[in-house]
């Protein structure tokens, strides 16, 4: 499968969906338009029950900076732009596949919240990540939720308030990305990763992922409950009778 959008492409290659976006000429900067292709692709792939893991990329020179502030500033972008944007976002976040992003150039603003909502970021060293929303009068969307949750609340009220950045380095330091990879090999390194996390994504895995959503937001009690529904749906499923068979024959599982 190979669809294109006007400002993002979609390929399916097996279990694999790719998803590059593609306005280079504006270091991939989201006007409305683009934001409707990531609402429509995330509605995609999230209704696709054969794609067991996404990938986001950027083309060109960054993955994302963000919205367009040539568009801001033109009057072409107002408050139909928000709701679409965080509603792709979350699809990402809560879509059954697992989603892993490739950071490079420059991740800031809406490119910064859109690797927030994926699983899994790997990133450059070289690579420049923030929030400066408030340096364009405007709140940084759902990174205020976000981010806290990955590098605390104080570090994220700094990096959002005074719009300062991290390289790759520090923001592995501080648990913004997960993966560093070198600028000139990151494509092959990023493949060797998504590699990685194919080899054990299992509909367990797939049921950690849902677990995690909710671990900050619901009590003891509740969540112990959400992990044992979780846990039937995977010591019913046909994944753990393959690991449990691939153990006994000394193999590697193959998943459905």
Request: hydrophobic share 40%; charged share 30%; proline share 3%.
């Amino acid at each position: 499968m190979h669809v294109e959008f006007d400002h993002l492409t979609v390929e399916r290659e097996g279990r694999i969906a790719r998803i590059t976006i593609d306005r280079p000429e504006r270091l991939n900067a989201f006007h409305y338009d683009a934001v409707r292709d990531l609402d429509a692709i995330s509605q995609l792939l999230a209704d696709d029950r054969d794609v067991r893991l996404v990938t986001v990329e950027g083309s060109g020179r960054a993955f994302s900076s963000g919205i367009d502030l040539k568009a801001i500033s033109a009057d072409e972008i107002d408050m139909s732009y928000h709701r679409p944007w965080e509603r792709a976002l979350r699809r990402f976040e809560t879509m059954e596949p697992l989603v892993l992003c490739l950071i490079h150039g420059y991740a800031v603003g809406g490119g910064l919240q859109l690797t927030l909502a994926c699983d899994v970021r790997v990133s450059t060293r070289s690579a420049e990540m923030g929030l400066p929303a408030v340096k364009e009068g405007l709140v940084p969307g759902l990174g205020t939720w976000r981010l806290p949750r990955y590098v605390g609340l104080g570090r994220a009220k700094r990096m959002m308030l005074l719009g300062e950045r991290v390289d790759g380095d520090e923001a592995e330091r501080i648990g913004l990305v997960d993966h560093l990879v070198d600028e000139a090999t990151r494509r092959d390194e990023f493949s060797e990763l998504v590699e990685r996390y194919a080899a054990v994504n299992s509909q367990g895995a797939r049921l950690t992922k849902q677990a995690a959503l909710t671990c900050f937001d619901q009590g003891f009690d509740a969540f112990l409950e959400r992990y044992l529904d979780l846990q039937t749906e995977a010591m019913n499923s046909e994944d753990f009778a393959e690991a449990a068979l691939a153990y006994r024959e000394g193999r590697a599982p193959q998943w459905r």
